[in-house]
């Protein structure tokens, strides 16, 4: 009987673990797959530079050392495998709304892990303490537009 239920304990944990990783978290796919459709987007952040160099930036300031704490908001990714605050470190991890289908929706690409960002979303990072300069994203979007231009 006890060894019964040690079976039946086992095989329900192994059931449990199997079920979380089908549902993995979503993944970073990078600024590169998203510029196939959104070009112009692509094309203003690299030529702008604040956040497609924003690790680069960081390594070579003169002002503080640099170290594993900058790369909360110097990285997508918070490593320096991905060298900038890439589309996905405002938008969330894309490998789950990245299809045309899904993006074309806004409502399935929200539900798929899409983040519209908002002026909190800037604060994540801009939050006027230390070195990291407040911003309004009303002005950053427009100052965005502007250099489209």
Same mark, same amino acid.
Request: aromatic share 4%; net charge positive.
């Given at each position: 009987?006890?060894?019964?239920?040690?079976?039946?304990?086992?095989?329900?944990?192994?059931?449990?673990?199997?079920?979380?990783?089908?549902?993995?978290?979503?993944?970073?796919?990078?600024?590169? @797959? &998203?510029?196939?459709? !959104?070009?112009?987007?692509?094309?203003?952040?690299?030529?702008?530079?604040?956040?497609?160099?924003?690790?680069?930036?960081?390594?070579?300031?003169?002002?503080?050392?640099?170290?594993?704490?900058?790369?909360? &908001?110097?990285?997508?990714? @918070?490593?320096?495998?991905?060298?900038?605050?890439? &589309?996905?470190?405002?938008?969330? #991890?894309?490998?789950?709304?990245?299809?045309?289908?899904?993006?074309?929706?806004?409502?399935?690409?929200?539900?798929?892990?899409?983040?519209? #960002?908002?002026?909190?979303?800037?604060?994540? &990072?801009?939050?006027?303490?230390? !070195? !990291?300069?407040?911003?309004?994203?009303?002005?950053?979007?427009? !100052?965005?537009?502007?250099? @489209?231009?």
């Amino acid at each position: 009987m006890k060894r019964t239920l040690k079976v039946m304990a086992i095989s329900i944990g192994l059931v449990g673990i199997f079920a979380l990783s089908a549902e993995a978290a979503p993944t970073y796919i990078g600024a590169a @797959k &998203c510029k196939m459709c !959104h070009k112009l987007q692509f094309d203003t952040w690299t030529s702008i530079g604040t956040h497609s160099k924003a690790l680069e930036i960081a390594k070579a300031s003169d002002k503080r050392k640099f170290d594993a704490t900058c790369l909360t &908001c110097h990285s997508t990714n @918070k490593s320096e495998t991905v060298t900038g605050v890439e &589309c996905e470190g405002c938008h969330g #991890p894309g490998s789950d709304y990245k299809t045309i289908p899904v993006m074309k929706d806004r409502t399935k690409s929200a539900a798929a892990g899409l983040t519209i #960002p908002t002026q909190a979303t800037c604060v994540g &990072c801009h939050d006027s303490k230390d !070195h !990291h300069k407040a911003v309004d994203i009303k002005t950053a979007v427009v !100052h965005e537009h502007k250099a @489209k231009k």
